[in-house]
Structure formats: structure tokens, C-alpha cells
């Protein structure tokens, strides 16, 4: 061995279902045992070319060149019940030489619970008794809501450095909620800043931004949200690469039809509606519900996605902009954007950048526009 490794755990037993957060956090681990231990003999166990007891005889095995050997086990749910027996045996008296990664792919708030493969081998009993030998981590998979404060909590394990809030409000605005693109785009940034530094609004903008194409949606949020400068950034991705008008109108229309059916919900719901804005009351529950609902009224959700009720209608806040519109407004605009598509169809139209952006501020200043008209 090399280097001082008694300050290093020995065992590492993880569990849960976000395998993305679980791997980042293992590389991690591996990379600062192998640093400090020097080079090492790795042993993943294999049901299929060895039984459980041959595997944890190799454990138990001093080798004759004293060298430091680490062994990881996946799926250990599955070990059958002797075989977990034999392992929490095992685990009284690791060798000084042997370093122990065990993956339960379990889920749910009680997976060190007693009566699960976990619980069996004492994993958080035995990580609260002698944290200088264990270490035992729940990894669950992230609710969309809760994605930003996973991002804050898992950065540091990822790539030793902290992340700023209005960095990770940012990075899921660009990269979206899926914690496998996060954790990809969190290297990208990682290679990009010096050691120890933070990762700040400005790295988001550099590393992630210049790298992805906005999409027709984020345009419609844009506009709907009457915010101009968020409509020309996102014109500006579009039109980076060849992009089709057509389709970026539909999104449109479908868009702004949405907040329609809103509205016209609202006004036979009224609760569920000053729920969702906080000025009806309502639990985190009774807000989850109420936008479930509204969703499905206005076509953007069905049966069985409440998984989507977070990105879908919340995030956006797709239920104050509707608020933001009068029915004779909305109705306007979906004139305006059937008339510009059969511009495009019929030739009379090229589908140009300029139009768009002409077409997208006659969108921001419906208001001011309805309101000449009706002089």
C-alpha cells in the first residue's frame, strides 16, 4: 500500500433507486481509495462465473503480495438469505487490505428497514456505530420538483466542488430535469473550471448554453410569459441550425389553445385554480392534484402522468399566464397563427427569421393591439 489509509472507510454500502447519483458518488469514492492505497486489485462478483461463498472467500483470502484489493457487489437484493448471513459475518472483521462497495437497488423511505437485504446486514446501524469503517448512503431517485436541491446535494460527491442556487436554477432551465443529461452536463462543466472552483451562473452559460439548441416549446413559454429578451435568445438558438417554422407554429397554437381551456377550467373550477396559485390554501397534495387536473382539462396531461404534473404545469407556471390573457386575446392570437401557417403553406410566406421575430412581437403586444382595435 501507499499512502495513509486509515482515515479511509472500508465498506460502502449504498442503496436506493437513483443509480445516476449512486454511480457519481461510487467513481468518486474509487478515484480517493486508489489515490491514497496506490494501485489496486478490483473484484466485481459475478453470479454467473462463481458462487457467492467462492467470492467471499477471496475477501477473506490474504493475497501473497500484500496488495490492496477492492471488491463491489451489485444487486446484493438479490443474494439469497444465507448468503446475506454470510456476508454480515464477513462484516465484523473486514481485512485492513479490502475495500467493500455493496449496491442494493432497493426503493422506498424503508430500505435499511430490518426486514430488507439492507437491514439484514445492519448496514445503518453498523455506518452510526463505527463511521471510521462504514459508510451507508440512500440514493432515491429525485421528484421533478425536487431536482434542484439533488443537484445542490450531489454536486459536491460528483466533482468536489459546490454549485451557486441561480446555477442550478439555470442548468435545469437549459438541460431539462433528467438527472442522467445533469450529471453529464455537471462533468462538461466540471473539465471546464480550474480546481475548487464553484460552478456559478456564468460556467451554466458558457458550458451548457452554447452547447444545446433551444426548442419551439421554450418559445412558447417565452411569449407567453410576454418576456422579449427570453423570445430573441430563444429565436436565436432556433435559427443557429436549419429549424422548421411550421412545426415551431404549431407548438404555438397548441400553446396558446392550452391557456384557453385554462381559463374556460378556471371559470367552472375556481378552486382549483386558487389552489394552484396559493390563494385558495391547499397542501403540497391539494396543489399536485389541482394541477393534475388542470392539466388533463387543457390536453397537456392524461391518465396515469402525474410524474408530469411538475414540469409540465407547474414549473412553467402555465396557469398565471393564462391569467394573463383575456379569452378575445387568445382567440386573436390562434387567428393570427392559422393565418401565418397558410402564409407559409401557400407561399405567401418564407418562414424567415425576421418574420418570426415580427410575428413573435405582435404575440408580446397582444394586449396593446386587441385594446387599438376595440377603439
Known sequence: ????????????????????????????????????????????FDSTAESFPDF???????TLFGDTRIFTIN??????????????????????????????????????????????????????????????????SPPEYKVG????????????????????????????????????????????LDNGVPIDRQAVETVVGASRQMTAF?????????QPVRVMEVIDSLFSTACSVPMIIGV????YAALLRIRYYGRANPRDAKILTGKGGGNFQAKNEAAFRIGCAAGLL???????????????????????????ELWRIMGWLLDFDVAIKTGRSTGSRR????????LLRVSQLAAGAAV
Not at 56 to 62: D, E, F, G, S
Not at 157 to 169: F, H, K, N, S
Not at 174 to 191: F, M, N, P, Q, Y
Request: glycine share 6%; with cysteine.
Open 218 to 226: 421554450e418559445l412558447a413559454a417565452a411569449c407567453a410569459s410576454r
Open 56 to 62: 467471499l472467500q477471496k475477501i477473506i483470502t490474504p
Open 355 to 362: 418574420e418570426v421575430e415580427l410575428f413573435c412581437y405582435r
Open 252 to 255: 404555438l397554437y397548441r400553446h
Open 302 to 328: 392524461h391518465e396515469g402522468e402525474q410524474r408530469k404534473v411538475y414540469p409540465v404545469i407547474i414549473a412553467p407556471g402555465i396557469v398565471p399566464q393564462a391569467q394573463q390573457f383575456t379569452d378575445e
Open 75 to 140: 444487486h446484493a437484493e438479490k443474494l439469497a438469505g444465507n448468503d446475506l448471513d454470510s456476508l454480515n459475518r464477513i462484516l465484523d472483521d473486514i481485512p485492513d487490505d479490502v475495500y467493500l462497495f455493496i449496491d442494493f437497488a432497493e426503493t422506498g423511505k424503508r430500505s435499511a428497514a430490518k426486514s430488507t437485504p439492507a437491514g439484514k446486514i445492519k448496514a445503518k446501524k453498523r455506518a452510526a456505530d463505527s463511521p471510521e469503517r462504514f459508510v451507508y448512503r440512500e440514493f432515491q
Open 149 to 192: 436541491q439533488w443537484l445542490s446535494e450531489n454536486v459536491p460527491g460528483l466533482c468536489g466542488r459546490t454549485i451557486d442556487p441561480d446555477a442550478v436554477e439555470l442548468l435545469t432551465d437549459l438541460a431539462g430535469r433528467d438527472t442522467a443529461t445533469l450529471v453529464s452536463e455537471i462533468r462538461k462543466i466540471d473539465i471546464h
Open 1 to 44: 500500500m501507499s499512502g495513509d489509509t486509515t482515515m479511509i472507510p472500508h465498506v460502502y454500502i449504498y442503496s436506493g433507486s437513483d443509480i445516476v447519483g449512486k454511480e457519481a458518488v461510487r467513481q468518486t469514492t474509487l478515484g480517493t481509495v486508489e489515490s491514497t492505497a496506490g494501485p489496486c486489485v478490483k473484484e466485481l
